[in-house]
């Protein structure tokens, strides 16, 4: 039976790294989402500007895909909070897991909970805002209401976490594959 060590092992660089960065990557999700809650109106004027493409370049043969409806811009709004907190929460629970597995623990639950909770910040970021909002909605035309450069920081961020969360062990070394830095 193989003993647990209750102190972070040396060996384990590795797995310090997917920790302190699926921490931060928590750490600001979790941010995002309580500043957007407890500062409703900023952020609600940028989703409304950019579904309303009112600060676009009006092409005609583009604008038939704004959404003027404050009623669904709220919605999609509240849906972005939403899932925003929602993968704080995941990134949260992962970074705990992390951490407790770099005390002689299994890493594979904290991989995959992180994982979940990566795949949502970069779905946000990805799919929602570089996607849906740069192309669909032609944010980038936009001089005031342009959050391509964010969005793209933040993908990245988070698509390099998951890089380093799924690194395997030193390859050849003969050790576990799902511990990392062993």
């Known amino acids: 039976m193989p003993v647990r060590n209750t102190r972070l092992r040396a060996t384990q660089p590795l797995g310090a790294a997917a920790t302190v960065l699926v921490a931060t990557v928590a750490l600001y999700m979790a941010l995002v989402a309580f500043g957007n809650i407890t500062d409703f109106g900023t952020n609600q004027e940028f989703v409304r500007h950019v579904l309303a493409m009112d600060t676009t370049f009006k092409d005609e043969d583009l604008m038939w895909r704004?959404?003027?409806?404050?009623?669904?811009?709220?919605?999609?709004?509240?849906?972005?909070?939403?899932?925003?907190?929602?993968?704080a929460l995941v990134l949260i629970v992962a970074t705990a897991q992390w951490a407790i597995a770099l005390r002689g623990g299994e890493f594979g639950r904290a991989r995959r909970v992180a994982t979940l909770g990566l795949l949502m910040v970069l779905l946000l970021f990805g799919a929602g805002f570089i996607a849906v909002g740069g192309e669909w909605f032609a944010m980038w035309q936009s001089d005031d209401w342009n959050g391509l450069e964010a969005a793209t920081r933040n993908f990245l961020v988070a698509g390099l976490t998951l890089v380093v969360v799924h690194l395997p062990a030193g390859a050849g070394s003969g050790s576990d594959p799902r511990r990392p830095g062993d």
């Open 66 to 87: 704004s959404i003027d409806s404050p009623t669904v811009q709220n919605i999609a709004y509240i849906a972005i909070i939403g899932w925003e907190t929602v993968a």
